[in-house]
């Protein structure tokens, strides 16, 4: 098998391209960002966690679950609380179901029938697409007919989780705010008692030339970081990463924990060193200016605690060591196809 030399690969970021964007998911993982590179679409050509060239090539594929809801319902409503509002009483079935009378009344605002947009519904979230027979229809409406009568009063920014999920989510929003490592690192004031400068959701984006041999090739990437702070005072950025988890928060940076399994430590990196570059470009700062990073960590069961780790220098550089390999195995592939057959040494 032909072996191909790490070391051979040049990164070099284009400060100049470096830049922010307000916008919302939908816009961030659609279309004009698709090709993109995330730390997300990095695991898929990562061997380290099941990754192939074919995989990437392949891209993302979306995902929905009632886990990924909560999480995304705690960050908005932690995070952007001037923007989104939970709705109780609205008593949302559990699981698919609930999801499936989500898109009934999607299809009937596009003037389906109800027993199209039942049909329709049941595809779009493949519920019993095989098997629906009449009486599984009934169920359907009966089971969810109360939540689709009060759905007519949700709004464009409101949250709606099922009567379940939403405790857990009031529980978790509780805990946070709670909190005071917590509310300090995500809003800090600085000596004066003035807001620092704080950003929630925000979208950055930067190009970077990977050279290898004769060949040079540019990588568009893109990050969507959940809160980060700008102290000029103290010449501080801070990265702060929300995550939910189901396991004990102290088993969250063990060996055998979730920042282990799933690769925080590049996706710190990668975040912290995108937005060192959009700093440079955008407030031309120099090497006196530090970063810092965070993970706020709340349980999603039992007592709902929450905690907040800082991730060290050493973690950090673990990281970036990784997504530079990854970056080198990306380049590569663009440049002479995905269907080489290579070690990375």
Known sequence: MKKISLSSFNIKPI???AYHLDISDEEYFGPNYRNFISNSKLKLINPDQGGTPESYKNGLKSE???????????????????????CENLHKPTAKLGEVIDRIRYHRSNNETIWDSIHLACKDVKYY????????????????????INSKYIQSNDVVLSD??????????SSLHS?????????????FYLEVETYNEDSIFLDIVVTYKDKEIILRLKMKADNWTFNHDTKTIVLNDLKTTSKPFPFFMKEYGSFVHYHYARQI???????????????????SYKFLSNIIVVETFGEFRSHCYNIPNRLVKQGFEELTKLLKMVAY?????????????
């Open 15 to 17: 400060i100049s391209s």
């Open 64 to 86: 929905d679950t009632a886990s990924l809801r909560l999480g995304s319902a705690i960050h908005e409503l932690f995070l952007q609380s001037e923007s989104f509002r939970l």
């Open 129 to 148: 697409v095989n098997s629906l027979t009449l009486n599984r229809i009934r169920s359907i409406i009966k089971k969810g007919l109360e939540y689709y």
């Open 164 to 173: 379940k999920d939403t405790e857990v989510c009031k529980a978790c929003l």
């Open 179 to 191: 909190n005071k490592k917590v509310v300090e690192v995500v809003k800090p004031n600085n000596e």
């Open 269 to 287: 990196a990668m975040y912290l060193w995108m937005l060192k570059q959009y700093c440079v470009n955008t407030y031309n700062i120099d090497s």
């Open 333 to 345: 592939y663009e440049i002479y196809g995905y269907e080489e057959i290579v070690e990375f040494v």
